[in-house]
């Protein structure tokens, strides 16, 4: 495989390069605003700006995606009914499903059942769901040691409801299951999200002729293919940040520093050591849950060029976590908003209970859900005509705007938001002029009389602010990296301190001085405009390589296909035999070495097979096997008490650049010494 063409597909901007993987070079780049409402619009856009003749060439398309991250930033996805099997969640620990049940089943650590399966008991719940659910996950206890009841239970889905349906145990062998239900949960809402996003960019390379395969950039950097891609979307969560962690790291040839990634709905911040990002081995934690996937160490922050500025009911400012369409961006597609814009005229003290007074709203996607109120039906049925301001909305439906919440609608895709974003303030202010700066200016005013300040004090003011916020994404991410255990914005005293290295001007006796120590890669599409005037706040040094506002584009370029498979042996009841556990099966054996030359030849079979199915023919594998002992009491044993033993098997492929002459399949065995799979 030589060329690449390499797509990101972004909360805002949908970027493309033509890259060559045995050059290592960039042959042709481009950029065009992501259509959510119809992605293959955007995708085709890129395509075609690419400008490069030669597109039957390309020989795999390899894609990156903010979506799934965005997506749980922003609360959206289909509505999920949850199966619990031998678990009560605790109510006080928040799971984004619809609908929860728990019925009986489960196992125990060993793998045997901690109680039978009830059939009528899960037919009823699921009855139970019919018409308030697009998907169900289903979560058993310790279901890593035996997925048998959650097979039950997936066979039943399809009969009773025939809905796309997702197991606890085919993503995750973590222990932990709230993570790992929250992580089951957060896969079935983003199916319809990540089908549709495949769906778009199979029609767009169709259009142009392209008829490459498809591979996506999971979280962790490695790639896999578009029909794993469907079924486990939640491996594509943070696939466009750790893209651009990879793309920034290529074009910098900087060893160790933190890239900043800045787009349209969050900023992604990792740091870089030896040239590659930390795994976080616990799980990503995404719009504030932990979830079991293996992901880069990124610490992500709902704050980008289309952030929502917005007024709480206190009159505080401020700016993200929610995504919205841009006014100047709305205002340029749809000229009538302006006028609608320019009739709002409401009191100081009147407030809005969930919108502010700029908010428009228009159609997305009306398939994004299935469940809709008759109110919702109406709000519909007003905007079927194009994108309207709240205040004509209400007008439309006879009722006082602050009686109307979308946030539903929103938060499921169906509607999309319109309101002043940071990209609103670059444009009031004159900085950048791309869309439509005189609605940016309106609406800017309109926002900063509910502060009853004028528009130059409220554009400086809320400029100000996102500087501000951007700053304590990179230092905080630094924090984190750094297992700092606080939070900048939570912690009073870290807080104070904090804002003395921001703003050290005015009356003080003294300063903070916390500068970094290693440089800031900036990448992104808006960095040009936020970064420098962060950076000095916290007196960083930046880098902005070249094709810095396609990195992401280059990072799925770059990447590599790498396959895991799990096997776990631990000891039989009463130290009789040995249980063999995987994501497929449980089994039993007598003897030790029987149990491990199986797990052995099934996991590098099984690592051969996932490889094969993300395109890899001739993968290279490698099994270690790790037998785990302990130190008998009296503490003259060594090593003479077994506990369990791991195999992992890896299958890879090998970029151009990096492949020899010669691959050998390797079995490492517990005490490392390697040998080829013919001894």
């Given at each position: 495989?030589?060329?690449?063409?390499?797509?990101?597909?972004?909360?805002?901007?949908?970027?493309?390069?033509?890259?060559?993987?045995?050059?290592?070079?960039?042959?042709?780049?481009?950029?065009?605003?992501?259509?959510?409402?119809?992605?293959?619009?955007?995708?085709?856009?890129?395509?075609?700006?690419?400008?490069?003749?030669?597109?039957?060439?390309?020989?795999?398309?390899?894609?990156?995606?903010?979506?799934?991250?965005?997506?749980?930033?922003?609360?959206?996805?289909?509505?999920?009914?949850?199966?619990?099997?031998?678990?009560?969640?605790?109510p006080?620990k928040?799971?984004?499903?619809?609908?929860?049940?728990?019925?009986?089943?489960?196992?125990?650590?060993?793998?045997?059942?901690?109680?039978?399966?009830?059939?009528?008991?899960?037919?009823?719940?699921?009855?139970?769901?019919?018409?308030?659910?697009?998907?169900?996950?289903?979560?058993?206890?310790?279901?890593?040691?035996?997925?048998?009841h959650?097979?039950?239970?997936?066979?039943?889905?399809?009969?009773?409801?025939?809905?796309?349906?997702?197991?606890?145990?085919?993503?995750?062998?973590?222990?932990?299951?709230?993570?790992?239900?929250?992580?089951?949960?957060?896969n079935?809402?983003?199916?319809?999200?990540?089908?549709?996003?495949?769906?778009?960019?199979?029609?767009?390379?169709?259009?142009?002729g392209?008829?490459?395969?498809?591979?996506?950039?999971?979280?962790?950097?490695?790639?896999?293919?578009?029909?794993?891609?469907?079924?486990?979307?939640?491996?594509?969560?943070?696939?466009?940040?750790?893209?651009?962690?990879?793309?920034?790291?290529?074009?910098?040839?900087?060893?160790?520093?933190?890239?900043?990634?800045?787009?349209?709905?969050?900023?992604?911040?990792?740091?870089?050591?030896?040239?590659?990002?930390?795994?976080?081995?616990?799980?990503?934690?995404?719009?504030?849950?932990?979830?079991?996937?293996?992901?880069?160490?990124?610490?992500?922050?709902?704050?980008g060029?289309?952030?929502?500025?917005?007024?709480?009911?206190?009159r505080?400012?401020?700016?993200?976590?929610?995504?919205?369409?841009?006014?100047?961006?709305g205002?340029?597609?749809?000229?009538y908003?302006?006028?609608?814009?320019?009739?709002?005229?409401?009191?100081?003290?009147?407030?809005?209970?969930?919108?502010?007074?700029?908010?428009?709203?228009?159609?997305?996607?009306?398939?994004?859900?299935?469940?809709?109120?008759?109110?919702?039906?109406?709000?519909?049925?007003?905007?079927?005509?194009?994108p309207?301001?709240?205040?004509?909305?209400?007008?439309?439906?006879?009722?006082?705007?602050?009686?109307?919440?979308f946030?539903?609608?929103?938060?499921?895709?169906?509607?999309?938001?319109?309101?002043?974003?940071?990209?609103?303030?670059?444009?009031?202010?004159?900085e950048?002029k791309?869309?439509?700066?005189?609605?940016?200016?309106?609406?800017?005013?309109?926002?900063?009389?509910?502060?009853?300040?004028?528009?130059?004090?409220?554009?400086?003011?809320?400029?100000?602010?996102?500087?501000?916020?951007?700053?304590?994404?990179?230092?905080?991410?630094?924090?984190?990296?750094?297992?700092?255990?606080?939070?900048?914005?939570?912690?009073?005293?870290?807080?104070?301190?904090?804002?003395?290295?921001?703003?050290?001007q005015?009356?003080s006796?003294?300063?903070?001085?916390?500068?970094?120590?290693?440089?800031?890669?900036?990448?992104?599409?808006?960095?040009?405009?936020w970064?420098?005037?962060?950076?000095?706040?916290?007196?960083?040094?930046?880098?902005?390589?070249?094709?810095?506002?396609?990195?992401?584009?280059?990072?799925?370029?770059?990447?590599?296909?790498?396959?895991?498979?799990?096997?776990?042996?631990?000891?039989?009841?009463?130290?009789?035999?040995?249980?063999?556990?995987?994501?497929?099966?449980?089994?039993?054996?007598?003897?030790?070495?029987?149990?491990r030359?199986?797990?052995?030849?099934?996991?590098?079979?099984?690592?051969?097979?996932?490889?094969?199915?993300?395109?890899?023919?001739?993968?290279?594998?490698?099994?270690?096997?790790?037998?785990?002992?302990?130190?008998?009491?009296?503490?003259?044993?060594?090593?003479?008490?077994?506990?369990?033993?791991?195999?992992?098997?890896?299958?890879?492929?090998?970029?151009?650049?990096?492949?020899?002459?010669?691959?050998?399949?390797?079995?490492?065995?517990?005490?490392?010494?390697?040998?080829?799979?013919?001894?």
């Amino acid at each position: 495989m030589s060329l690449v063409l390499g797509i990101d597909t972004g909360g805002t901007y949908t970027d493309g390069v033509v890259f060559d993987r045995v050059k290592r070079e960039v042959l042709a780049k481009a950029k065009s605003r992501t259509t959510r409402e119809d992605l293959s619009i955007g995708i085709t856009r890129v395509i075609e700006a690419v400008e490069f003749d030669d597109l039957d060439k390309i020989e795999v398309v390899s894609m990156s995606t903010t979506l799934a991250t965005n997506a749980i930033v922003e609360g959206a996805g289909c509505e999920v009914g949850l199966i619990m099997l031998g678990y009560t969640p605790d109510p006080k620990k928040e799971i984004p499903a619809t609908c929860i049940r728990v019925v009986p089943g489960g196992h125990n650590v060993k793998g045997f059942e901690k109680e039978p399966f009830d059939e009528a008991a899960v037919r009823e719940a699921l009855e139970s769901m019919r018409g308030q659910v697009d998907a169900i996950a289903v979560s058993g206890y310790l279901s890593v040691r035996n997925p048998e009841h959650e097979i039950m239970v997936k066979d039943l889905v399809k009969e009773v409801l025939d809905i796309p349906v997702v197991c606890a145990h085919d993503l995750t062998r973590s222990l932990g299951i709230y993570e790992r239900t929250v992580t089951t949960v957060l896969n079935a809402k983003l199916m319809p999200i990540i089908a549709y996003l495949m769906k778009s960019v199979r029609i767009s390379l169709d259009r142009k002729g392209i008829k490459a395969p498809i591979m996506v950039v999971r979280g962790d950097g490695t790639l896999i293919g578009e029909e794993k891609a469907k079924d486990k979307p939640i491996e594509t969560m943070l696939s466009g940040p750790a893209a651009s962690i990879i793309g920034a790291s290529f074009l910098s040839n900087e060893k160790d520093s933190f890239v900043f990634d800045m787009g349209g709905t969050t900023s992604d911040v990792a740091v870089v050591k030896n040239g590659v990002p930390r795994i976080d081995e616990e799980g990503a934690y995404v719009g504030g849950f932990r979830t079991r996937v293996k992901a880069a160490a990124i610490s992500t922050f709902g704050l980008g060029g289309d952030s929502y500025v917005w007024m709480d009911m206190e009159r505080k400012l401020h700016v993200g976590p929610t995504r919205v369409i841009p006014i100047c961006v709305g205002v340029s597609e749809h000229p009538y908003l302006y006028r609608e814009l320019e009739l709002v005229d409401i009191p100081y003290g009147y407030l809005l209970n969930y919108v502010q007074v700029v908010d428009c709203f228009e159609i997305k996607n009306l398939n994004a859900t299935n469940v809709y109120s008759d109110l919702e039906k109406r709000v519909i049925g007003t905007l079927e005509d194009g994108p309207h301001n709240i205040f004509e909305i209400s007008k439309r439906l006879d009722t006082m705007p602050n009686l109307l919440n979308f946030n539903r609608l929103v938060q499921a895709g169906v509607l999309g938001r319109i309101s002043v974003t940071p990209t609103d303030l670059l444009h009031a202010s004159g900085e950048i002029k791309i869309w439509d700066d005189e609605a940016s200016k309106l609406a800017v005013t309109l926002l900063g009389k509910r502060f009853n300040k004028t528009f130059d004090v409220f554009l400086h003011d809320a400029t100000d602010r996102v500087i501000d916020e951007l700053a304590y994404a990179a230092c905080q991410s630094l924090v984190n990296y750094e297992g700092g255990g606080f939070d900048l914005k939570e912690d009073p005293g870290a807080w104070y301190f904090f804002q003395k290295q921001l703003h050290p001007q005015g009356e003080s006796y003294f300063k903070a001085n916390t500068n970094p120590t290693i440089p800031l890669i900036g990448v992104g599409a808006p960095i040009a405009q936020w970064l420098p005037p962060m950076a000095e706040r916290i007196g960083c040094r930046l880098i902005v390589p070249p094709h810095s506002e396609v990195a992401n584009a280059i990072g799925s370029a770059v990447g590599r296909v790498m396959e895991t498979v799990k096997i776990l042996i631990t000891p039989g009841d009463n130290n009789d035999g040995f249980n063999l556990h995987s994501a497929w099966e449980r089994k039993f054996f007598q003897e030790l070495d029987d149990a491990r030359e199986y797990g052995r030849k099934f996991a590098e079979d099984k690592a051969r097979e996932l490889a094969n199915e993300n395109g890899v023919k001739n993968p290279e594998i490698t099994v270690t096997v790790d037998d785990v002992y302990a130190t008998s009491g009296d503490g003259e044993g060594d090593g003479d008490i077994y506990i369990e033993t791991n195999i992992d098997a890896l299958a890879t492929d090998t970029p151009e650049w990096e492949q020899e002459e010669h691959k050998e399949h390797f079995f490492v065995d517990t005490r490392g010494r390697g040998m080829t799979m013919d001894d």
